[in-house]
T-cell receptor, first 114, second 113 residues
Framework: GAVVSQHPSRVICKSGTSVKIECRSL??????MFWYRQFPKQSLMLMAT?????????EQGVEKDKFLINHASLTLSTLTVTSAHPEDSSFYIC??????????FGSGTRLTVV | QQQVKQSPQSLIVQKGGISIINCAYE??????FPWYQQFPGKGPALLIA?????SEKKEGRFTISFNKSAKQFSLHIMDSQPGDSATYFC????????????FGQGTRLTINP
């Protein structure tokens, strides 16, 4: 089956610094990747959709300059949280889509900004 | 019109019982309806999914029932086990257009031994 690898699984950073999260599709090519944010005991909130080689499409209310998304290849997308603040602390999850396997999710990244 | 409404918010079932979670959608253009299972600190994992051209799909202890006219679908977990205790999310998408998944609010399922 399809596997999506997400790294790191946990990261603690200081306020004002930037953090990069990687999402890789290991055994398939993902033309579309999605980035979600999840608060405790809540559902997944879509942040943005990215297509390989194109600019990401951000959901309403998501700051594109704060959450930089790059989808440079069919197997790799990155989310960079710039100038992180404590309110950015959350669980970030990526998902990759292809026609054979549907939507496959990474294992998530717990970001804590101190 | 993009919403997917899920109920109940939480559910407690005895071991061996049947767990039932329901979802309703509005957008008739949705053509893909998956259910995901999520454990704390992990990403969601696909359990089972259905397309609107069938009314039921079964995989092991998990069954999706789909009612196109009512725009509702449900997950049944037969012979529920303590290891099934997790949060379950229904979702929907316009799969053929590679569109985003729209998630329900989630159901926290607890199976008592």
């Amino acid at each position: 089956g399809a596997v999506v690898s997400q790294h790191p699984s946990r990261v603690i950073c200081k306020s004002g610094t930037s953090v990069k999260i990687e999402c890789r599709s290991l055994d398939f090519q993902a033309t579309t990747m999605f980035w979600y944010r999840q608060f405790p005991k809540q559902s997944l909130m879509l942040m943005a959709t990215s297509n390989e080689g194109s600019k990401a499409t951000y959901e309403q209310g998501v700051e594109k300059d704060k959450f930089l998304i790059n989808h440079a290849s069919l197997t790799l997308s990155t989310l960079t949280v710039t100038s992180a603040h404590p309110e950015d602390s959350s669980f970030y999850i990526c998902s990759a889509r292809d026609n054979n396997y549907g939507y496959t999710f990474g294992s998530g990244t717990r970001l804590t900004v101190v | 019109q993009q919403q997917v409404k899920q109920s109940p918010q939480s559910l407690i079932v005895q071991k061996g019982g049947i767990s039932i979670i329901n979802c309703a959608y509005e957008n008739t253009a949705f053509d893909y309806f998956p259910w995901y299972q999520q454990f704390p600190g992990k990403g969601p994992a696909l359990l089972i999914a259905i397309r609107p051209d069938v009314s039921e799909k079964k995989e092991g202890r998990f069954t999706i029932s789909f009612n196109k006219s009512a725009k509702q679908f449900s997950l049944h977990i037969m012979d529920s086990q303590p290891g099934d205790s997790a949060t379950y999310f229904c979702a929907a998408s316009m799969y053929h257009r590679a569109q985003k998944l729209v998630f329900g609010q989630g159901t926290r399922l607890t199976i008592n031994p």
